[in-house]
């Protein structure tokens, strides 16, 4: 079942600017990764947070959680077309479990 | 990481009859998981295939429709039964890193299956 919600549930901005997506979710998280599906392909992944993390970086990609909110959020900058896509948000237990659930994603259009 | 390539990428089924997907890993995991994709949704867990044992089924699947072989560490098959057009989904098979939920998930490429 899904975890949490994602906003927006679509997003279109232009090349060149910020695109900031959101996650929530319910239950207490072992970790929280964020992945990307090109044109209903595969998931590719993008960053794992830990839980004791409150944000992290890589390349034009930047990650926040807030375990008080249940929350996260990925920030691409200086965006391109390229990066048009899906993302998800997934969440791994802290009881031990050995399954992600996901949100239900945010679909993002980079305008040329 | 791992490679996974799954086996077909797409195919148009009439309903009533069965289709098998493959799951071929690079390396040897202990479990895979099948996940399915409706169209414009996210990922729904359909299983948990272990090598030598039943595969794990959640909520709201179960093994007469969507059997699931495991005969080796690096392959896994998941038949879809007996289809009908709500079973036209995206189906995409997995497996996580020697850390588990500790690290990353690796993804086939899909099957999109279509039922007419």
């Known amino acids: 079942s899904q975890q949490g919600e994602e906003d927006p549930q679509a997003l279109s901005i232009q090349e060149g600017e910020n695109a900031t997506m959101n996650c929530s979710y319910k239950?207490?998280?072992?970790?929280l990764q964020w992945y990307r599906q090109n044109s209903g392909r595969g998931l590719v992944h993008l960053i794992l947070i830990r839980s004791n993390e409150r944000e992290k970086h890589s390349g034009r990609l930047r990650v926040t959680l807030d375990t008080s909110k249940k929350s996260s959020s990925l920030l691409i900058t200086a965006s391109r077309a390229a990066d048009t896509a899906s993302y998800f948000c997934?969440?791994?237990?802290?009881?031990?479990?050995?399954?992600?659930?996901f949100g239900p994603g945010t679909r993002l259009s980079v305008l040329p | 990481s791992a490679v996974i390539s799954q086996k077909p990428s797409r195919d148009i089924c009439q309903r009533g009859t069965s289709l098998t997907i493959q799951c071929q890993v690079d390396s040897q995991v202990t479990m895979m998981f099948w996940y399915r994709q409706q169209p414009g949704q996210s990922l729904t867990l359909i299983a948990t295939a272990n090598q030598g044992s039943e595969a794990t089924y959640e909520s709201g699947f179960v093994i007469d429709k969507f059997p699931i072989s495991r005969p080796n560490l690096t392959f896994s098959t998941l038949t879809v039964s007996n289809m009908s057009p709500e079973d036209s989904s995206i189906y995409l098979c997995?497996?996580?890193?020697?850390?588990?939920?500790?690290?990353?998930?690796?993804f086939g490429q899909g099957t999109r299956l279509t039922v007419v």
């Open positions: 997995s497996v996580v890193g020697i850390g588990g939920v500790n690290t990353e998930a690796f």
């Open positions: 239950t207490s998280i072992n970790n």
């Open positions: 997934a969440t791994a237990p802290d009881n031990y479990g050995q399954n992600f659930v």
